[in-house]
C-alpha cells in the first residue's frame, strides 16, 4: 500500500512562507505524476500544482502562478511545495496525490489521481 505524508503546514501571517513535503513509501515515486491540491471549509478541492515524473512539465492553477513553487527529488520520494506571498484566501487543508497511470500529463481533477495523503493545514492570517 502506497502511503503519501504530508508536512510542513502550520499558520503564517500574509506575505508570508511556508514549505511542504510529502514523502512517498514505497518504489515507484519516479513513475508517478504527483499533484497538489487544496480544500478550503465549505469548499470543493482544487487542483494547485502538478509535477511531472522528471520534472520536465509543471503546472499550476492560475490563483497561485508566480507565488507557489512545486518539485520533486526522486531520490527521496519526496515532492515539495513552496508557497511564498500566502494570501487568506489561501487557508485551506492541502494535499498531496499520486498518479500511477501511463498518461504523461498532468490531471487537474481528483478522479485522476490513485493515491493520496491526509493532508496538512494551512492558516493564513491578515
Known amino acids: 500500500q502506497v502511503q503519501l505524508v504530508e508536512s510542513g503546514g502550520g499558520v503564517v501571517q500574509a506575505g508570508g512562507s511556508l514549505r511542504l513535503s510529502c514523502a512517498v513509501s514505497g518504489r515507484s515515486f519516479s513513475s508517478y505524476v504527483m499533484g497538489w491540491f487544496r480544500q478550503a471549509p465549505g469548499l470543493e478541492r482544487e487542483f494547485v500544482a502538478g509535477i511531472s515524473r522528471s520534472a520536465f512539465n509543471i503546472n499550476y492553477a492560475d490563483s497561485v502562478k508566480g507565488r507557489f513553487t512545486i518539485s520533486r527529488d526522486n531520490a527521496k520520494n519526496t515532492v515539495y511545495l513552496q508557497m511564498n506571498s500566502l494570501l487568506p484566501e489561501d487557508t485551506a487543508a492541502y494535499y498531496c496525490?499520486?498518479?500511477?497511470?501511463?498518461?504523461?500529463?498532468?490531471?487537474?481533477?481528483?478522479?485522476?489521481?490513485?493515491?493520496w495523503g491526509q493532508g496538512t493545514q494551512v492558516t493564513v492570517s491578515s
Open positions: 496525490a499520486a498518479d500511477r497511470s501511463l498518461y504523461t500529463g498532468i490531471k487537474t481533477t481528483e478522479p485522476g489521481y490513485d493515491y
